[in-house]
């Protein structure tokens, strides 16, 4: 399919900002006005001084090579929540187009559209949380740039099926699957079918298997036509010479983030086999991330019970299909013992 014929007009022929950096990395640098003295703080040795990379040459490259696409493929982000945010103002014109958002899912996607302006079509979940297929055809028209899709899903917890996401490849709009949480399927990622599905855009994040949320950083894999617009809407220098040297040393430790992945997922499992036999938790949902969801029989007074403890779940009671539900965090073995117990007292 034609993506450019999807982008906006403004952003087809926006000519982008130009910064000094695109042109040389090293040299005698006395083309961007910065401090050529040097800076106020040294770090590992890096010349904080100077202006990153806004390619992110040597970043993409490591990601690329760890999605099995080419760098041409990779873009990257301050969080998926940039990627997100950019994949709207690149594809959605204000006042005129929409996106669908698959729901319930994570809210920054209807807060990215809206701040933009965009129309929002929700289109419910199936109750087993999966996708309503026939929905969102009767959903979709002309104006629908952006489908939105959550797999494993946030706040329910599960995978959806590749076969239906792959089925609104066929619907004429740009098909988004944010993966944040794929590492605790141990499935194989959707990153490659962008290869083969232009209008695939696929998001990855560094903040969760990989325990690195403090330094914001996520991705997507995406054809390169998609990848090079989001490149000339982006800030010149979004990513800074902090996160990127403390992301390439983070890629290295593959084995250990397997490891935890493992640890996570077991501790999951154990703590939905508790947590099923407790008279207050009417229903623990399978999960495939690293967070569960259960349904109470009250669940704001159980929310409002354990802050009291100081332990703090997310709930979830307001929004559609989650009457009643919590949504909870696979914590340590000894958190996740201290949240039983108080459970526990709760329920007795």
Not at 48 to 56: E, G, I, S, T
């Amino acid at each position: 399919m034609n993506i450019e014929s999807l982008i906006r007009t403004n952003i087809r022929t926006l000519k982008p900002y130009h910064s000094a950096r695109q042109d040389f990395l090293s040299g005698i640098l006395l083309d961007a006005n910065e401090n050529s003295f040097g800076s106020s703080l040294t770090v590992d040795g890096l010349s904080l001084n100077r202006y990153p990379d806004p390619y992110q040459r040597e970043l993409r490259a490591v990601l690329a090579k760890m999605n099995s696409v080419s760098v041409e493929n990779i873009f990257v982000g301050v969080g998926s929540d940039e990627v997100i945010d950019l994949l709207v103002r690149v594809f959605c014109e204000p006042k005129r187009d929409s996106v669908i958002l698959l729901e319930p899912t994570y809210g920054m996607y209807r807060v990215a559209a809206s701040i933009q302006d965009v129309q929002i079509r929700s289109c419910l979940l199936t109750n087993k949380f999966q996708i309503d297929c026939d929905a969102v055809k009767k959903a979709i028209d002309a104006s629908t740039k952006l489908i939105f899709c959550c797999s494993p899903n946030n706040p329910t917890a599960n995978l959806l099926r590749s076969e239906d996401i792959l089925a609104l490849c066929q619907l004429g709009a740009m098909v988004i699957v944010d993966e944040a949480y794929i590492d605790f399927a141990q499935v194989t990622s959707m990153g490659k079918q962008s290869l083969k599905h232009p209008n695939l855009v696929v998001l990855r994040t560094l903040s969760k298997a990989w325990g690195l949320a403090g330094i914001r950083l996520g991705y997507c894999v995406a054809d390169p036509i998609v990848v090079s617009f989001m490149m000339k809407v982006k800030a010149p220098y979004n990513i800074n010479v902090l996160t990127s040297r403390t992301a390439l040393q983070a890629l290295r430790n593959g084995e250990e983030v397997s490891r935890t992945i493992d640890s996570i997922v077991e501790e999951r499992k154990w703590l939905s086999t508790i947590l099923s036999a407790m008279s207050c938790i009417e229903h623990v949902f399978p999960s495939d991330a690293n967070f569960i969801l259960v349904r109470c029989k009250n669940a704001t007074t159980l929310y409002e019970y354990l802050a009291a403890k100081e332990i703090i779940v997310r709930n979830r009671n307001t929004e559609p299909l989650l009457e009643n539900c919590l949504r909870i965090t696979v914590g340590t073995r000894q958190e996740n013992e201290q949240l039983i117990r108080a459970m526990k007292e709760y329920c007795a």
